[in-house]
């Protein structure tokens, strides 16, 4: 298929933008939407802007019934010299087709997938809000879009993609927050989908979230699904702990997303020079550090919060204060130097970002 220019059809109706201040997370979708549609013997067909609206679904279409359908997110933002930069949608894109081929579903072009980020952005760029702290979060999708009652891979797809005006993703926002370590619930398996950006992961995530809030806490941390003691990810996060001179965080062995944010973090602290392991993690060496006091931080880290500092940790009942419940000096760190290049604030060494050009 052609990569050339994609036919826009512009709204005639165009929703009036909402105040910088007044911002949330995922609320406000902006007035348009990028498609392109897949059928097997054809291949990935007819990329297009159209007008953000509902999508027709036929009650037996397969993803509604199977599940059968990925995603990414990602986010673009307004630097103080106006211009709107993308972080690191290269690797974005390439984890975006990683989840398509975990869920036996048809890849895309790497170069169209950037194509139609910079496209739809560079369409709705007045969505792209100015405030610090907020950015324009990207949602692309991929659905099995055949029409049957049967388990197995669809021969037909629709991917598009819709944005979002946000605020912090947490309403605390960079402040430490209370997780709860849960040996009840599962999030993953090896040789299941954990690693796969994947509809069902998110569904599965719901039970934990909700018995983690009605205890008091923000978020669930979920151990290992075989001997649930090691640490595996937050619902919506990566982990990463500071114990003694040595950041751990748990390694990429099929149960844990592939974080970009994550991925970043590990770079940049290795440039500093820091003692950094990917390996497994006990929730008890966790707690063990936490009331000996060597455990100087914890935080998480995702596209949505970025990095997000852990201020309380509980297991079986009992809670461990972090850093006094305060920000840690290198939580702090992290989030300031990859909020500066997002933003374009500070040096970007490894090109994470790219500029989009305004339609």
């Known amino acids: 298929m052609s990569t050339g220019e994609f036919p826009i059809t512009r709204t005639t109706t165009p929703k009036e933008k909402p105040a910088d201040d007044t911002l ?27 007008p953000y609206g509902p999508l027709s679904l036929d009650p037996a279409t ?3 019934h199977y599940g059968q359908a990925i995603f990414d997110g990602l986010k673009a933002f307004r630097g103080p010299d106006g211009r709107i930069r993308l972080f690191r949608a290269q690797r974005h ?19 169209l997938i950037r194509r139609s980020f910079e496209a739809l952005v560079g369409v709705e760029h007045d969505w792209v809000p100015r405030k610090p702290g907020t950015s324009l979060y990207l949602r692309p999708t991929i659905i099995a879009t055949d029409v049957f009652l049967g388990v197995h891979p669809a021969d037909s797809y629709l991917y598009f993609l819709i944005l979002s005006p946000v605020g912090s993703y947490y309403k605390e926002g960079v402040k ?15 040789g299941g989908t954990g690693e796969a950006k994947t509809a069902a992961n998110y569904a599965q995530s719901l ?36 114990i003694g001179d040595e950041v751990i965080t748990p390694p990429l062995a099929g149960t844990i997303l592939d974080g970009v944010t994550r991925a970043s973090a590990l770079q940049l602290m290795r440039d500093w020079g820091l003692t950094v392991s990917e390996r497994p993690i006990t929730i008890d060496e966790v707690m063990a550090a936490g009331r000996n006091g ?55 060494p490894h090109g994470w970002t790219s500029e989009v050009a305004v339609d």
């Open 93 to 111: 894109a390439e984890r975006f087709n990683r989840s398509a081929g975990l869920m036996c579903m048809p890849e895309l072009p790497v170069d």
């Open 207 to 242: 039970a934990g979230q909700r018995d983690a809030a009605a205890a008091g806490y923000t978020q669930v941390l979920y151990l290992d699904g075989v001997h649930r003691k090691y640490l595996d990810e937050v619902g919506t996060m990566n982990i990463m702990v500071r």
């Open 294 to 348: 060597t455990l100087k931080e914890m935080w998480g880290t995702g596209t949505a919060a970025v990095v997000s500092p852990v201020g309380t940790l509980g297991y079986k009942g009992e809670d461990i204060l972090i850093n006094g419940g305060q920000t840690g000096e290198l939580t702090q760190k992290l989030y300031d130097t990859i909020t500066g290049i997002q933003y374009g604030r500070s040096n970007d």
């Open 62 to 64: 397969t993803v509604l």
């Open 176 to 190: 430490p927050v209370r997780i709860l370590a849960s040996d009840q619930h599962v999030r993953a398996v090896r």
């Open 24 to 50: 949330s997370f995922g609320k406000v979708l902006t007035d348009h939407m990028f498609l392109m549609n897949y059928d097997a013997g054809r291949g990935w067909h007819s990329p297009r802007i159209e």
